[in-house]
Structure formats: C-alpha cells, structure tokens
C-alpha cells in the first residue's frame, strides 16, 4: 500500500538509491553473522534429492556455461570475503571453507530478494511485482550457481574423507 507519494522523477531516484542500499544490508548482515549459520547440512543449504547433487541446475539452466560470467562479492569485502569464483588451494580446508562461504553467499541473494515489497511503501502498484522480477532475474542465477557447486565441493570431500581418513 502506497503511503509515500512523490513526484515520478523522485521515486525513480528512490529506487535507484534503495535497491543498493538493501543488497548491502543483506550482505553486511549475512557477512557478520558467524560461520556455525552457514552449516552446508543445514535445512536452508542441504542439497536435496530433486537436485540430483545439483545436476538439475546445470540441466535446466545450463549453470556450468554461465557460472564464470558472475561476479564474485565475497571480494568486496577485503577483510571477510572469500573468493570463490577460482578456489585458489585445493586443500580440505579451503574446500570446508568454500562450502560456508557458499552458504553465506546463497542467503545474501535469498535476503536480497525478500525486500521487494518495500517499493510498496512509495511506488504506483506495478513497481513492486517489477522489482520481484528483477530481484529475481539478478539474485536468481547467484543462487542456483551456489546449489550447483556445493554438492560438488562435497563430492570432493567425502571422496578425500574415504581415501584418507
């Protein structure tokens, strides 16, 4: 429901200013949350049997094509992120740590979605379902590349656990 009324060229500006602002809440909060949120067996994060150990993600949306084509925030962050676009090291550790980090990625994009209805608050009603729609569009393909590498991450380290345990 509209309760902020504005000229068309502010309201622009307002969405312009309020779509960043809330994609760096959502990864400042996911960010200082600690690690034991972002276990990958979690209800959230478990890879499920529909998933197929995250295949379906690359055969319906082609993931493994397209995956390289995104950008990698954990980055931004210079003291707290990650980079998980190439893992630099193989070792078990870094792999444990690429599956939280993954994790934490995965609900950024998921907490970036969810405020769409605050265009509500000052736009005509068919901003907002267009902004569900490009909330989507951006958060979606960030998502379904985090479920298509965790399960292989795993993959790797069960494989490790079983030759060397």
């Known amino acids: 429901m509209r309760i902020i009324f504005l000229s068309s060229t502010w309201t622009i500006v307002l969405c312009f200013i309020v779509w960043p602002i809330l994609q ?13 949120f972002f276990s ?5 994060f478990r890879t499920y049997r529909f998933e197929k150990e995250g295949r379906i993600y690359d055969s319906l949306f082609r993931v493994s094509r397209w ?3 995104l950008p990698d925030g954990g980055m931004v962050w210079k003291t707290r992120g990650f980079r998980k676009k190439h893992l630099g090291s193989f ?5 444990s740590r690429f599956l ?4 934490r ?9 969810a405020p769409f209805w605050v265009f509500w608050l000052f736009t005509p009603p068919a901003v ?3 902004m569900l ?14 479920r298509y590498n965790r399960p292989r991450i795993q993959r790797v380290l069960k494989r490790r656990q079983r030759n060397y345990p």
Not at 105 to 113: F, S, V, Y
């Open 24 to 36: 760096v809440v959502a990864a400042l909060f996911c960010l200082n949350l600690p690690d034991r």
């Open 40 to 44: 990958p067996n979690t209800v959230i």
């Open 67 to 69: 995956k390289h084509l």
């Open 91 to 95: 070792t078990t550790e870094n792999l």
């Open 100 to 103: 939280i980090e993954s994790a």
């Open 105 to 113: 990625g995965e609900l950024t994009h998921w907490l970036a979605i």
């Open 128 to 130: 907002p379902w267009i």
């Open 133 to 146: 729609g490009y909330a989507l569009l951006v958060n979606m393909p960030c998502i379904f590349a985090q």
